[in-house]
Structure formats: structure tokens, C-alpha cells
């Protein structure tokens, strides 16, 4: 008996210059080629990098077979602006997205100076599928052999996921602030949660059975992170403000920089996937950071990749 690979899906960031896109042209073949259930692309929070995540969006939509999911964050928009990106997202083909609020500006606070129009993921959930509709209110199959006749049917919605946080976001006060905020997306028509990157399986298991006592419906799919070097750890948990994950920082500082901390950080991630799809998890979504050998190497060492999908 075969047994279907569980759905596996990549985040990638747009490079800082257009020096760096051949070298992500070449992730993603490397990427597309074990057939993900889509790629996404970063979004740099106040639109800096909307050009730039857009070209690399288009460039997926154009040259894979993998859907293109679209990272968009609000924080600093006015609506106009915030809908016109959708627009033009949605004008360039992009049919799914990754609902955001985004950070503000390093130095401001949540009482500082604009912020923008939209004050959660969940609003900005709303506003695209809000803009959506205004452009496609419904779908008309024309009637073959009636002239000018079509038959309507309720439009196709686009995909909106949102983030989840298994370990709390650094700005909620308490975990049920978390499940709160997730329903609260569910509830503005988001399908699915895409989790922050936690270090034990069941930080994630913990978290999706309180997400569904609280009545969550919707996959909420782990995101899982090598984590190659120390100083890797250092930068994520600046962001997250998680707490040391003491087994992993002690066998990374052991294996220092190099290819025995990559061994170190695959061989977790690769535990983690295992673990949490035993766990009941719908797929793994993984942190490629714009190199596909080390997810690569995470799924093959996981069993999720055949040998003879990648290629050379
Ligand atoms: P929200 O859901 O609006 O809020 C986040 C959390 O804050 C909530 O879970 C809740 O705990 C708390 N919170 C919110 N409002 C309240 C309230 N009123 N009272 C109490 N607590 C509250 N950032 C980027 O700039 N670009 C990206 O492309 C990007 N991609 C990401 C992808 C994933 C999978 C994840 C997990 C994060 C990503 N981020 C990205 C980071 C994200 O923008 C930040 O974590 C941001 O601070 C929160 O965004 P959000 O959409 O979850 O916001």
C-alpha cells in the first residue's frame, strides 16, 4: 500500500536587489519540483517590498505549477492603499494570501503616530475578500447554443490564511488573547492558520487543542524552522520572544556555525515535522530562507521527499 506525502508548502522573502533573483529563480525550481501546495512570498510591513514580493509572486504564477500565496500587511495603510495592493495582487493573477497586521516601524508603539486604518489581520481578512467581491461579484458560465445566455454562480472565493501563534504573540497578555485573535480571523472568512516557528511538538499540539475547544474550524498549519547556527537562534527569538529552547541552543553552540550546526537544525526540524504529523497535523509548512537544500534536506530526513524528486 503507497501512502499519500503529506501537503508540504515553503515561505520565501524577495531579495533586497535584483542582484539576488537569479539565485531565488533557482530555489524555486528546486523548490517547485517535489510539487508543494504553494510557495509563499514575504511582505515587507508599511509595502516596502511590495514591487519586489509582487515580481516574485508573478514569477512563481508564470514559471511553476505551485500557486503563489501573497503575504500582505496592513500596519501604517490607509484603506485606499491597502486595497489598491489588493487590487493590483489580485490583477497580477494572485489568488491567495496571508492576511497580516504587520509590526510598526522599530521606535513606535502601539499609541505613536499613524498606525494605519486597519487594526488587525482579521480586518484586512475582510477587506479582501471585500475587494474581491466589488471586482467579482459572481462568475457567469455562458449556455452553449443560447445566444448572450449564462449561467450565474456564486463567485470563487480567493484563499485568505492568517498567522497563529502556538507560543503566544509577544503583545498578547494572555494565551487566550492568541485563540481569541484566531477566531476572530476565522470569523472575518479566513481558511487557513499558518503557526510561528516553535520548538517542541507539543507547543504546536497544545495550541491547536485549545484553537478547537474554543470552536476553531479552520487548518492550522505548523511552520517549521531549521535552525542552522547559533546566532540563527539568537535572531528568532529577538523576534519571537520565546524563551531558549535549552536541548537545541546547547547542541548548536557545540556544533558552532557550518555544516555541523546545519546537521544539528535538520535533524530538529525533521523531528518536529514527524512529530507533529503523527500528532494529526493537516501538512508542514517550512521556513526555506531562500535556500532550498536545507528544507530539502529537513524532508528527506523526515521521509517526506523522495530521493528522486529533487533535483540537481
Ligand atoms: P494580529 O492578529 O492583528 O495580532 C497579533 C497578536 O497580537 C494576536 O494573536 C494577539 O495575541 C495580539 N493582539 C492583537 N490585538 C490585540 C488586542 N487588541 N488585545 C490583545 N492582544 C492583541 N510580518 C511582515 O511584516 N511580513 C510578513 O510577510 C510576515 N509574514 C509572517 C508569516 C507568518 C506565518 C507569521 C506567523 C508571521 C509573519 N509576520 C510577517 C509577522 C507578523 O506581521 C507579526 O507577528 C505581527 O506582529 C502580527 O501580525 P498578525 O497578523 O498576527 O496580527
Given at each position: 500500500m503507497t501512502t499519500v506525502p503529506p501537503p508540504?508548502?515553503?515561505?520565501?522573502?524577495?531579495?533586497?536587489?535584483?542582484?539576488?533573483?537569479?539565485?531565488?529563480?533557482?530555489?524555486?525550481?528546486?523548490l517547485a519540483a517535489i510539487d508543494p501546495q504553494f510557495i509563499s512570498?514575504?511582505?515587507?510591513?508599511?509595502?516596502?517590498?511590495?514591487?519586489?514580493?509582487?515580481?516574485?509572486?508573478?514569477?512563481?504564477l508564470r514559471e511553476t505549477s505551485v500557486p503563489p500565496l501573497a503575504h500582505l500587511t496592513c500596519v501604517g495603510s490607509t484603506y485606499a492603499d491597502a486595497g489598491a495592493v489588493i487590487r493590483e495582487?489580485?490583477?497580477?493573477?494572485?489568488?491567495?494570501?496571508?492576511?497580516?497586521?504587520?509590526?510598526?516601524?522599530?521606535?513606535?508603539?502601539?499609541?505613536?503616530?499613524?498606525?494605519?486604518d486597519l487594526e488587525s489581520a482579521a480586518q484586512l481578512v475582510q477587506l479582501i475578500d471585500r475587494v474581491q467581491a466589488e471586482r467579482v461579484p459572481y462568475a457567469e458560465t455562458p449556455v452553449p447554443g443560447l445566444d448572450r445566455a449564462?449561467?450565474?454562480?456564486?463567485?470563487?472565493?480567493?484563499?485568505i490564511a492568517v498567522a497563529a501563534f502556538?507560543?503566544?504573540?509577544?503583545?498578547?497578555?494572555?494565551?487566550?488573547?492568541?485563540?481569541?485573535?484566531?477566531?476572530?480571523?476565522?470569523?472575518?472568512?479566513?481558511?487557513?492558520?499558518?503557526?510561528?516557528?516553535?520548538?517542541?511538538?507539543?507547543?504546536?499540539?497544545?495550541?491547536?487543542?485549545r484553537a478547537r475547544t474554543a470552536g476553531v474550524r479552520m487548518p492550522i498549519l505548523p511552520g517549521i524552522m531549521p535552525i542552522t547556527s547559533p546566532a540563527r537562534l539568537r535572531r528568532v527569538l529577538e523576534l519571537t520572544g520565546d524563551a531558549r529552547p535549552a536541548d537545541l541552543g546547547a547542541a548548536l553552540d557545540q556544533a558552532g556555525p557550518g555544516e555541523a550546526g546545519r546537521a544539528v537544525g535538520t535533524a530538529h526540524a525533521a523531528g518536529l515535522a514527524r512529530a507533529v504529523l503523527q500528532g494529526g497535523a493537516p501538512g508542514i509548512h517550512l521556513y526555506a530562507f531562500n535556500n532550498h537544500d536545507t528544507v530539502l534536506a529537513v524532508l528527506r530526513a523526515a521521509g517526506l521527499c523522495p530521493e528522486q524528486e529533487i533535483l540537481v
Open positions: 508540504i508548502s515553503f515561505e520565501i522573502y524577495p531579495p533586497r536587489s535584483d542582484d539576488g533573483l537569479p539565485a531565488l529563480y533557482e530555489t524555486i525550481r528546486h512570498v514575504t511582505f515587507g510591513a508599511g509595502g516596502s517590498t511590495r514591487d519586489r514580493s509582487l515580481g516574485v509572486l508573478t514569477h512563481i495582487f489580485l490583477d497580477a493573477g494572485i489568488t491567495r494570501f496571508l492576511a497580516l497586521r504587520g509590526d510598526p516601524p522599530v521606535g513606535l508603539g502601539e499609541d505613536d503616530a499613524f498606525l494605519g449564462a449561467v450565474v454562480a456564486p463567485r470563487e472565493r480567493v484563499q502556538p507560543n503566544g504573540h509577544p503583545r498578547s497578555r494572555h494565551a487566550h488573547e492568541d485563540i481569541d485573535a484566531l477566531l476572530a480571523k476565522e470569523a472575518a472568512g479566513a481558511t487557513l492558520a499558518i503557526t510561528q516557528l516553535f520548538f517542541r511538538p507539543d507547543e504546536y499540539l497544545d495550541f491547536v487543542d
